[in-house]
């Protein structure tokens, strides 16, 4: 079936850095999120891209963080500076109607 | 905004017993969808069911649910659990301004 692909699967980043998560959405889905899921709770809701802007935003999704998709291209998600909280796995997803595809995830590890 | 409930953490059983994962909601939306996303151990997360209309119940690889508006509930319910069913399941909500709301997640064990 249709694949969102996430690079990398893990990563590790010193506090204070930047880092860029990137995703690789379904070819021709037009909605793109970015979810966000700490160890042992649940997966929740950071952001949602369409048609080049974004279009909804949780509280979860602060300053530090912005999403673009130059081009068509990767679906990124950047966090500039990184801090400790912000380790967790997140997943991108895409879609075109109500099904929602996911990614595998990216650990994150900020250290 | 939007919530999702799902109350048991941890289910635990038999291979060859029935299961229920109980799921309720609160929207302000009356056509939000209702799904169930399945999530096995470094894969990702993928969809298991999605709500048809009120009261009508919707089947796949042995799983079914029916979406009940009367009382918020999307229940996962299938007859016979199978070894391969051990994953974390999600009831998730979709509405039409920021997609989908997640539950905490079920995690089913089944056992020999």
């Known amino acids: 079936g249709p694949k969102v692909l996430q690079i990398p699967s893990h990563q590790i980043i010193d506090m204070g850095q930047m880092v860029t998560l990137n995703c690789d959405p379904v070819s021709n889905h037009l909605y793109f999120y970015w979810y966000k899921q700490i160890l042992g709770q649940q997966m929740e809701f950071l952001v949602n891209?369409?048609?080049?802007?974004?279009?909804?935003k949780s509280k979860l999704f602060k300053d530090q963080f912005s999403v673009e998709r130059p081009d068509g291209s990767y679906f990124t998600l950047k966090i500039q500076p990184t801090a400790l909280e912000d380790s967790a796995v997140y997943f991108c997803?895409?879609?075109?109607?109500?099904?929602?595809?996911f990614g595998k995830g990216t650990r994150l590890t900020v250290v | 905004g939007d919530s999702v409930t799902q109350k048991e953490g941890l289910v635990t059983l038999t291979e060859g017993l029935p299961v229920m994962l109980n799921c309720t909601y609160q929207?302000?939306?009356?056509?939000?969808?209702l799904f169930w996303y399945v999530h096995y151990l470094n894969e990702s997360p993928r969809l298991l069911l999605k709500?048809?209309?009120?009261?009508k119940r919707t089947e796949h690889q042995g799983f079914h649910a029916t979406l009940h508006k009367s009382s918020s509930s999307f229940h996962l319910q299938k007859s016979s659990a199978q070894l391969s069913d051990s994953a974390l399941y999600y009831c998730?909500?979709?509405?039409?301004?920021?997609?989908?709301?997640f539950g905490l997640g079920t995690r089913v064990s089944v056992f020999p």
């Open positions: 891209f369409y048609n080049g802007k974004v279009m909804e």
């Open positions: 929207t302000i939306y009356s056509n939000a969808f």
């Open positions: 997803a895409s879609s075109m109607t109500a099904e929602v595809f």
């Open positions: 998730a909500l979709s509405d039409p301004a920021q997609g989908l709301t």
């Open positions: 709500s048809s209309t009120d009261n």
